[in-house]
């Protein structure tokens, strides 16, 4: 039916517009770093995941002590914790430090990354 359309909106380029909706402000560097932050925290998750299974153990005391007391879940929750505390303070900073937040986070879950990789290959290499 014609009138369908009028209750039942499917457009993809608006489902798209959404999607990066919060992204919408930010132009540039500041931008990409955003997104290497969810990359990276992405990365983080899994490969600590991961290396948890095949009997390694988490490094930062802080995170270890939550997953032994709260399970994996605690890991998710410590990153989304870290991700809003980024947020708050990223609006604190005048626009020329932009930067500084997400390349806060960013490098070191980047980092945290390829040590997991790294260790992977002594372990089963």
């Known amino acids: 039916m014609s009138s369908d359309r009028l209750h039942w909106p499917s457009s993809t380029r608006e489902e798209s ?3 990066t909706a919060p992204l919408a402000g930010i132009d540039g560097w500041e931008r990409t770093l955003w ?4 990359i990276a925290l992405v990365g983080d998750l899994l490969t ?8 390694l153990t988490e490094s930062n005391p802080v995170a ?7 399970g ?9 914790f ?3 505390v980024g947020i708050c303070c990223r609006q604190l900073l005048p ?3 932009g930067l500084l937040v997400p390349a806060g986070l960013a490098v070191p879950w980047t980092a945290a990354v390829v040590v997991n990789l790294s260790l992977y290959a002594m372990v089963l290499g």
């Open 82 to 84: 870290a991700v809003g």
């Open 64 to 70: 270890r002590a939550a997953i032994e007391q709260f």
């Open 95 to 97: 626009e020329r430090h």
């Open 72 to 80: 994996f879940s605690a890991m998710v929750a410590l990153k989304l």
């Open 48 to 55: 600590t995941y991961y290396g948890l299974k095949i009997g």
């Open 35 to 38: 997104i290497l932050v969810g």
């Open 17 to 19: 517009r959404r999607l």
